[in-house]
């Protein structure tokens, strides 16, 4: 009897990459991963994928081939491919009879069913509300579940790899980095434990894991000092953390970022999860062991630290994706 088939998004990202690995060693699945650029394929079949689609969810002509016998999703999207998402979650809704489980990437906080956000409380700039990164998220939630589908869901604290790749170059050149989290503590999150949790919820089933909402974070909340202390001692180099102005880190990457750091800078990220180890039964990865050690695909975070980087100082990446409506 044939395998059945996993179609794995954005395969080529962090996360995908440590999935397309974890899961090839698991041999449960036809993995069938999906790349943008034709450059990425053999990278992803080394890995262990069986077969490489083109996929772009801006392009419904890619989504028939990607669909072919899947039966079996992980769903992952950056914040500007929000419209894509929601339009592919229809033709997944078309096809609900043939897929039996979605396992949806998202953020702490994306709904108000789980998490409460009181602005009053909550925030620091008057008549600030709800970050829209946080609403994207819950809209791409939200249009699986109107579609009918056996959804799970890993509500992910914010990315270690994620936050410092904007000062990539001050951190090799001049020992420094900055933001405007300070002495906040947030419980950021090694992207392959996410991983780990995506490939026992998809080996698992939905039996198990439909209509689950699950919390992953990191095994501490940590203030900048700290993250630079651990990053120094994994590079063995002296690096120290410089406090930034929400003003000017809103001028360096747009308002829709600075408000979702603005939410991070105010407590509500800095909960440590039991999900992860209740789901894998293990601790979660440090961020200093996340530097230090090897994924499942071969990298070590400190490794990955200076590959590409959405976001870019004097861009506003979330431009177009804040115009669209859920």
């Known amino acids: 009897m044939p395998q059945p088939i996993v179609l794995i998004t954005s395969a080529s990202g962090r996360i995908g990459r440590e999935l397309v690995a974890l899961l090839a060693k698991g041999g449960k699945f036809t993995i069938r991963a999906c790349c943008f650029s034709d450059n990425k394929a053999d990278s992803l079949r080394d890995l262990g994928a069986n077969e490489v689609v083109k996929f772009d969810l801006n392009d419904a002509t890619t989504w028939d081939a990607a669909l072919d016998g899947v039966g079996a999703i992980y769903s992952a999207s950056l914040d500007p491919m929000l419209e894509g998402h929601l339009a592919f979650c229809k033709e997944l809704g078309r096809r609900k009879d043939q897929i039996d489980h979605v396992v949806r990437i998202s953020c702490m906080g994306a709904d108000t069913n789980t998490a409460s956000y009181d602005a009053a409380k909550h925030s620091s700039r008057a008549g600030a509300g709800i970050p829209l990164m946080l609403q994207h998220y819950w809209w791409g939630e939200k249009a699986l579940i109107d579609a009918g589908l056996n959804v799970s869901v890993l509500r992910n604290n914010f990315f270690m790899n994620h936050l ?90 747009g308002s829709t970022r600075a408000e979702f750091f603005e939410y991070l800078s105010n407590g509500f990220y800095c909960r440590c999860s039991p999900d992860f180890y209740n789901i894998t039964g293990h601790k979660p990865t440090s961020y200093y062991d996340y530097l230090t050690t090897k994924g499942a695909s071969g990298e070590t975070g400190l490794e990955e630290l200076w590959q590409g980087n959405l976001w870019k100082k004097g861009e506003d990446a979330m431009k177009e994706a804040a115009a669209v409506k859920g």
């Open 164 to 253: 410092l790749k904007t000062d990539s170059d001050n951190i090799l050149g001049e020992g420094w980095f900055s933001n405007p989290l300070g002495s906040a503590r947030n419980s950021f999150v090694a992207t392959r434990d996410i991983a780990k949790a995506a490939f026992i919820l998809l080996t698992e089933g939905p039996q198990k894991h439909a209509d689950k909402f699950y919390d992953i974070t990191g095994p501490e909340p940590q203030t900048m000092d700290e993250i630079a202390a651990d990053l120094g001692k994994a590079m063995d180099k002296s690096l120290t953390y410089r406090a930034q102005t929400m003003e000017d880190f809103e001028r360096d990457f």
